[in-house]
């Protein structure tokens, strides 16, 4: 194992010679960038621009960073395996040691032109994607963890994509909360929409904004590096590249301070209902919430509805970026309208004074995708087992309908479970033409999940793998985020302590059967190597804290999840190591060995023995 030691000078973890991945400390390394980023937020705060600096340098040059940059590029990023033009991708553990010991070491870097490649899009267009190097991520996330502190900071609190401890539940509580009630004024919608915002950004404004960020020029240099199609280079004179892992934190700056402009204002108000005294409330007649380049702006009046779009227009033009036409619209909230999925309106009911009711509900373009990806799926598996179709459905089903669980989703979620038994009634009668449909029926369905009386599961019939239905999930009211509250602030460790146990508790409860969320619910829903969020429970791995072979039991008190690569670190230390087994049995009951029976028997004759004497 590799010597590590503290640096008296906060630079986190050094190392005195190559990385060794399975040996690193990932808990001492993700501690020490989360006190670093809370220095960085607390100085901003305090308008202390000097400690600011010098504490954004020295993120920059910590090992901790880039230890925990290049787990997140290499490991748990969903590009992890598409390679930019240096063809690199799908790291193994010692390429990861080598990339942190380069990246340790290396005094000037010249990016490296972006691979352009082509996603479909849902109006039938393509939408153009960036992909940088493996370095150049790995340089942007060592990047992004010194400059996103400061911005979270600044950012507004009505801003919600791709921001840490936000999301478009987020967004969309915000939404509810300004247009339900008796009082509410705000009938008028701008639902606005950016005309291809990444593509399009001007880079000097946006450089300006940035300011002295010790890294601006390495930044401007990616803005500026180009990129490849088809065997030809071209040249990179706005936008930053979808694809690279800090662009949604440059195109969040970009977009910073259209709030203010449009004249919105916070005030405290005094509430000695709640447990702070009060909350942070806009008393102006306009609201604006933005999840990412997607956006709207609630007003009193279609008129006050086009003047903010023109001032929207005119302050997006100095950004180099304008609104798209086709898609930005302005309608009434009795009409309704659709935004990140959802369909916002109010409906007439006979239950209200104002006869009048508002409900958030997936909207039919929601509705449609979500079809269109099951009937696609079962298309490509015309023959193939129940296994590999529950395989493909169930990730589908699952992240669509936690999804909308805080919505008005009950009746949707049936409809879309009838429409899935038709369409594996269907998928059957493909594969037995011969067969009656209640034999295709008896074959395919039944009690399939164990604890649930319900006789129309598909399923193996091994009661292990059977296919999730829309309506098992619990609609759930989603708790938004407070004003401008950021795991990066010091003062409130608490809060999204409690914050994140809860959600992670939630995301255990829809992935997990009762006994398998017993186990994740006792570590905490933690790893308990890397001390991260476990995240996706159908790529986590259960290990026995005592192997099989030296007589540990297929029991709760003997079983803990781990993460892939933790795993792997495990196994590849040796497992039976002390300091690997203090650390998985830290604070949990020691489980008892299985004993074979001439084992029983020499402990019966041993106890007699010490009692005759």
Known sequence: ??????????????????????????????????????????????????????????????????????????????????SGIDKQAKLNPKQRGEMVDALTDYKTWKPIPTKRIYIPKSNGKQRP?????????????????????????????????????????????????????????????????????????????????????PAVKLIKEWLKAGYINKGVFYDTEVGTPQGGVISPLLANIALHGLEEELGIKYTWIKDSRREDGGYWGNKTNRAYIRFADDFVILTETEEDAANAKEITKKWLAKKGLMLSEEKTKISHLTTGFDFLGWNFRKFKTTRKKTGLITYIKPSKKSIKKVKGKIREELSKLKSGKQSEVIGKLNPIIRGWSKYHDGAVSKEIFNNLDHYTYWKLERWGKRKHPRKSKKWIQRKYFGKNCPGRDDKWVFGDGSETRYLTKFAWTTIERHTQVLFKNSPDDPGLIEYWEKRKEKQRAKTAKSRLSCGKDKIANRQGYKCPVCNQNLGNYDQVHIHHIIPKHLGGLDKYNNLIYLHEDCHHSIHALGATKPEILQKLEDGKRKPSLNRNKSQKVQSRKSRKKRLKE
């Open 1 to 82: 194992m590799e010597k590590i030691e503290s640096n008296p000078k906060g630079n986190g973890i050094v190392t005195k010679q190559a990385t060794d991945w399975h040996a690193t400390e990932w808990k001492r390394a993700y501690r020490m960038v989360r006190k670093l980023r809370r220095r960085i937020f607390r100085a901003t705060r305090e308008g202390n621009w000097k400690k600011v600096n010098k504490l954004q340098k020295l993120m920059l040059r910590s090992y901790s960073n880039i230890l925990t940059s290049v787990k997140q590029v290499t490991q748990i990023n969903s590009g992890k395996k598409t």
């Open 129 to 213: 994607l960036g992909i940088p190097s493996m370095t150049d991520r790995c340089l942007q996330g060592i990047v992004k963890n010194a400059l996103e502190p400061t911005w979270e900071a600044l950012f507004e609190s009505t801003s919600y994509g791709f921001r840490p401890g936000r999301s478009a539940h987020d967004a969309r509580q915000k939404i509810f909360a300004n247009i339900k009630g008796e009082k509410n004024k705000k009938w008028w919608v701008l639902d606005a929409d950016i005309s291809g915002c990444f593509d399009n950004i001007a880079h000097q404004p946006l450089l300006e904004t940035i300011g002295k960020f």
